[in-house]
């Protein structure tokens, strides 16, 4: 079953401007990690924020995390047409078993 | 180091069939887990390995099984194949992470069956 649900489903915006992510969760959690997909291809990481943390920077993301709100953003700086892809929070923990995935944002960045 | 690697990438089947999918892990590691991704359900913990151990499993029929050997590469089996089990499949290692909670995931690019 989906745990995280991110907001919003889709965005499209222009080459540099910042793209925000959001992802809201069910239970309680270990950690929450953002994974990008590019077209249907494997996942790769992007960063991890463990329960305790509240916010953490990777480059131009930059993660925040309020269990009380049981929700995460993920923020991209200074967009590139290259981050156009799929993005995916992903939680541990809660009395789940391996990685419980939202549905997904699809990110489109506009040249 | 070599990434996470699939075989085979595409795979077409037809009902009924059975379905045999390899998965070779970054060396080192020695967690497998598998994903199922389709546009209806989304990504869908299928089961980890480690160790030959199974260690947890989704919430998937019994025609859904794994085994992982003493390399850590792993492979996952579906039988009686139906139309419901057209996805991507992904395979991830990692290390292990002690108390339960799951580090940093190295994702393959999948193998897309498709059934027909």
């Known amino acids: 079953s989906q745990q995280g649900e991110e907001d919003p489903q889709a965005l499209s915006i222009q080459e540099g401007e910042n793209a925000t992510m959001n992802c809201s969760y069910k239970?309680?959690?270990?950690?929450l990690q953002w994974y990008r997909q590019n077209s249907g291809r494997g996942l790769v990481h992007l960063i991890l924020i463990r329960s305790n943390e509240r916010e953490k920077h990777s480059g131009r993301l930059r993660v925040t995390l309020d269990t009380s709100k049981k929700s995460s953003s993920l923020l991209i700086t200074a967009s590139r047409a290259a981050d156009t892809a799929s993005y995916f929070c992903a939680t541990t923990g809660g009395g789940a078993d391996g990685l419980t995935f939202g549905k997904g944002t699809h990110l489109i960045i506009q040249p | 180091k070599a990434g996470v690697t699939q075989t085979p990438r595409y795979l077409i089947k037809t009902r009924g069939q059975q379905v045999t999918l390899s998965c070779s892990p970054i060396?080192?590691?020695?967690?497998v887990s598998w994903y199922q991704q389709t546009p209806g359900q989304g990504l869908q913990f299928l089961f980890e390995?480690?160790?030959?151990?199974?260690?947890n499993k989704g919430n998937f029929p019994g025609r859904f099984s794994g085994r992982q050997f003493s390399n850590s590469r792993s492979e996952m089996n579906v039988s009686t194949l139906e139309l419901g089990d057209s996805a991507l499949y992904l395979c991830?290692?990692?290390?292990?992470?002690?108390?339960?909670?799951?580090?940093?995931?190295?994702f393959g690019p999948g193998t897309r069956l498709t059934v027909l």
């Open positions: 060396s080192g590691h020695r967690s």
């Open positions: 390995y480690f160790s030959e151990t199974q260690r």
């Open positions: 991830a290692s990692s290390l292990w992470l002690a108390g339960g909670s799951y580090n940093e995931q190295f």
């Open positions: 239970t309680s959690i270990n950690n």
